[in-house]
């Protein structure tokens, strides 16, 4: 047994029911809050050159060997995810840290914050479906809190639309679950392959299969996405950029890991359909980003873009679209945190969302200026930053797939995102300043700093692709072949 996989889901757990007893002391749980994150970013990193060097790893709960009892599996796959996501979470704590108000840090909002990403790593590292029911939930409830904190008209009638689209999809994601064990017996998910490969993925399973595919497009914002905006655009920005860099990264996993490893039989009509919502939703990504003056809409409608792009990768699913796919779903994490601190930082300054209301802050405040514009670029794919290899290894695998109406597709969203990103940095922080030097909003430099950390990261990423190959690779592998982990978990013995 291997305890420390269980960390970086039990430490925010056990610091986040701390921090509710340290409810008045706003800096003291931001600090806290602070560490825990760097810890569990450290603790991932160990994780993932463990299984670089000693293969999968797994925990079985109470001794239960699987498929009987509880399991984690960390394989390369999650664990970059999870790694990315500490990294993050820690860094838009640190803008909170100099940011969030008084009365906001004593509504449990630390304490939402570490149950949230408590949530999203348990997700990424169970390895039973119904598991990843409860770690969705602890993720949605936490989501939920963060949502409403505040207390604004706006925040509360969209929390509303967000809860109810939740709820529903949680009963979806029951309802699947209940028929899937009735079929096969299982829900562990290694074996859960091995049992639906021998029962034949028939029209039974590949139904069951398409309400998880629902459920969790519901959760990714694959196509159904009609929740995304305006949930994404109200809450602070702190909790916007960790929803955005992280709740739609939780359904991408559970798509990639439930449709390549359990109902990989019939990807003429799994991956067929992923591919078509995929599509439409590169479309209306592409039309709500361009159709709105709300700089803070534009950004929401930039994650529906990326959940599009990313699951043409598992559309295409050739070695190439799947390891461009990794990529750029760790760079997309990075850079859309990044997107929604640069935004609301504009909005603090300016008093407005509206682009026509703005101008000129370049003049004032370069670094703010210069560091959107590396934003933009990095998100429409332009070497040498983050995101530049993800769109190259997917457009590789969609032409060797011969899937041009996606590669189309997803290299017009690339333009898309550019116009739509152009349109902030030329109205924002170009032409003439409407505020004078006497006159401006003083920005704390403490502000900038993780804005600053998160450009060099996606810097980092671009210009060491060659580093992260190893880990990408690895987790592609699992991956494409399937086998790998159903013989890491289940040791040979296929009960």
Known sequence: MNNIILLPVLIPVMVGILLIFLRSYGRTQAWFSIFTMAATA?????????????????????????????????????????????????????????????????????????????????????????????????????????????????????????????????????????????????????????????????????????????????????????WLPGSYSTPPVVTSALFGALLTKVGIYALFRVFSLIFNQQPEITHAIIGVMAGLTLIGGSIGAIAYNDIRKIAAYNVVIAVGFILVGLAVSTPNAIEGAIYYLIHDMVVKALLFLLVGTVIALTGTAQLHQMSGLMKNYPLLGWSFFITMLSLAGVPPLSGFIGKVLVSEGAIESGAYILLALSLLSSLFVLYSLLRIFKNSFWGETIVGKEDQVPLNSRFLVPCVVLVLLTFGIGLGTEGLSAYVTDAAETLLNPEIYVDAVLEGDRP
């Open 42 to 226: 450290g603790i991932s990193y160990y994780l993932l050159e463990k299984v670089q060097s000693d293969g999968i790893q797994r925990l079985d709960f109470g001794g239960w060997a699987p498929p009987f009892g509880i399991s984690f599996v960390a394989d390369s796959f999650s664990l970059l995810l999870v790694l990315t996501a500490s990294i993050v979470t820690f860094v838009c704590l640190m803008y909170a840290l100099f940011s969030t108000n008084k009365l906001l840090q004593t509504m449990y909002y630390y304490p939402s914050v570490l149950f949230l990403i408590a949530g999203v790593n348990g997700s990424f590292l169970t390895g039973d479906l119904f598991n990843l029911f409860v770690c969705f939930e602890v993720m949605l409830l936490s989501s939920y809190v963060l949502l409403t904190l505040g207390g604004a008209k706006r925040q509360l009638r969209e929390a509303i639309k967000y809860v109810v689209i939740n709820i529903v999809s949680s009963w979806f994601f029951l309802v699947a679950l209940a028929y899937l064990y009735g079929s096969v017996g299982t829900l562990n998910m290694a074996h859960l392959s091995v049992r639906v490969a021998e029962a034949g993925q028939g029209p039974l399973l590949t139904t069951i299969s398409i309400v998880f595919m629902i459920v969790f497009s519901l959760k990714a914002g694959l196509l159904l996405y009609f």
